[in-house]
């Protein structure tokens, strides 16, 4: 991947990270149950998304 499809990629995954990030922080202030499956369960959601919006775009891990 280019530099540019790289920086384009990680713009568009913004939105992806900022949902992690107040999922995380939702956990933390207990406005959601601690829970490893329903946290595994929502990022593997969150990645399918991710994959289905931005297509070639999209993150791989």
């Given at each position: 991947m280019t530099?540019l499809g790289?920086?384009?990629?990680?713009i568009?995954?913004?939105?992806?990270?900022?949902?992690?990030?107040?999922?995380?922080?939702?956990?933390?202030?207990?406005?959601?149950?601690?829970s490893?499956?329903?946290s595994?369960?929502?990022?593997?959601?969150?990645?399918?998304?991710?994959r289905?919006?931005?297509?070639l775009?999209?993150r791989?891990?």
């Amino acid at each position: 991947m280019t530099n540019l499809g790289h920086t384009t990629s990680l713009i568009l995954g913004l939105p992806f990270d900022l949902a992690r990030a107040n999922y995380a922080r939702a956990v933390r202030l207990g406005l959601i149950e601690h829970s490893m499956l329903k946290s595994a369960r929502f990022a593997q959601e969150l990645t399918e998304i991710e994959r289905l919006t931005l297509g070639l775009w999209a993150r791989r891990v």
